[in-house]
């Protein structure tokens, strides 16, 4: 059985300031790791996403995160914070190739501090 | 591109009612669509999955009977909660997707359900 770690129910940061939320994972098998945000009252919209290849993804709104397989970490982060980018963030992965279903983490409610 | 739509957003009725919730990939035919609950403040949780054309196979503890799901073609699911009590009450979340797993879920926009 996999599982999805964050740290952090919740986080501030100041606008302009870097923003880091992180997501550990534990599965047996390589899995597929996601990131989304949900804003309030809304579904998921996908901010980036890992499979194969290249560790380092960039998604959209200024967000990338590394896979790291000997960390079994999956981190978000954006360099400078905006006032739009307050809403709650899932990081998700599925079991690999094959599993579909997703497996979210508890979210981290992210505040901009103007 | 990669557009679910989810209807109806909110929905309020009466302790005893049927209420169904569709949930369409408007530009894609998707192979697979997932029916999540979310209580406030809390992660989404897997109801179950539904393949176009077979039976939707529930999470352990999702009764069957009260939350019924068709997938009756590649763009079209719908979950039915029968006979809807106050504790069913709660944010109702659709996804569907395109391909293989390492393809991602698409996520409607939620239906917030409220029971009298």
């Known amino acids: 059985a996999q599982s999805v770690t964050q740290l952090g129910s919740h986080v501030s940061v100041s606008e302009g300031a870097l923003v880091l939320l992180r997501c550990n994972y534990s599965?047996?098998?390589?899995?597929?790791l996601f990131w989304y945000v949900q804003y309030p009252n809304q579904g998921l919209q996908l901010l980036l996403k890992y499979t194969t290849g290249a560790t380092l993804v960039k998604g959209i709104n200024g967000f990338e995160a590394e896979f790291k397989k000997s960390e079994t970490s999956f981190h978000l982060t954006k360099p400078s914070a905006h006032m739009s980018d307050a809403a709650e963030y899932f990081c998700?992965?599925?079991?690999?190739?094959?599993?579909?279903?997703?497996?979210f983490g508890t979210g981290t409610r992210l505040t901009i501090i103007p | 591109g990669a557009v679910v739509s989810q209807h109806p957003s909110w929905v309020i009725c009466k302790s005893g009612t049927s209420v169904k919730i569709e949930c369409r990939s408007l530009?894609?035919?998707?192979?697979?669509m997932f029916w999540y609950r979310q209580f406030p403040k809390q992660s989404l949780m897997l109801m179950a999955t539904?393949?176009?054309?077979?039976?939707?196979?529930?999470e352990q503890g999702v009764e069957k009977d009260k939350f019924l799901i068709n997938h009756a073609s590649l763009t079209l699911s719908t979950l039915t909660v029968t006979s809807a009590h106050p504790e069913d009450s709660s944010f109702y979340i659709c996804?569907?997707?395109?391909?293989?797993?390492?393809?991602?879920?698409?996520f409607g926009d939620g239906t917030r359900l409220s029971i009298l």
């Open positions: 539904s393949n176009e054309g077979s039976k939707a196979t529930y």
């Open positions: 998700a992965a599925t079991g690999g190739f094959g599993n579909e279903k997703l497996t």
């Open positions: 599965s047996s098998v390589p899995p597929y």
């Open positions: 530009d894609f035919q998707a192979t697979t």
């Open positions: 996804s569907a997707l395109a391909g293989y797993s390492n393809q991602p879920q698409h």
